[in-house]
């Protein structure tokens, strides 16, 4: 059964950092895609990076150069490190692969 934990996320001021870590079991991060999905309140989930099994990266627009998608396999780990954070960046992140999802974290960018 494939199981998933996101830790990292927390309150941050706008311009800063935050590191966001995926932890699987029962999957083999290392051949499997593997999403982070963002939901705001009243919004829609939204896929925010993936990386895959051979570690080819996907980034929404609205992250691409602020946000990093990499791969520990000895981990198995997925991590998210997000910098120059925006108020518009708040939201709830979600791990996902092989139709699993975790549980969440949440991030919130104020000042």
């Known amino acids: 059964q494939v199981h998933l934990v996101e830790s990292g996320g927390g309150l941050v001021q706008p311009g800063g950092s935050l590191r966001l870590s995926c932890a699987g079991s029962?999957?083999?991060?290392?051949?499997?895609?593997i999403d982070w999905y963002r939901q705001a309140p009243g919004k829609q989930r939204e896929l925010v990076a993936h990386?895959?099994?051979?570690?080819?990266?996907y980034y929404a627009d609205s992250v691409k150069g602020r946000f990093t998608i990499s791969r520990d396999n000895a981990k198995n780990t997925v991590n998210l490190q997000m910098n120059s954070l925006k108020p518009e960046d708040t939201a709830t992140y979600y791990c996902?692969?092989?139709?699993?999802w975790g549980q969440g974290t949440q991030v919130t960018v104020s000042s």
């Open positions: 996902h692969t092989l139709l699993t």
């Open positions: 990386i895959t099994g051979g570690g080819t990266t």
């Open positions: 029962g999957v083999l991060f290392s051949v499997n895609i």
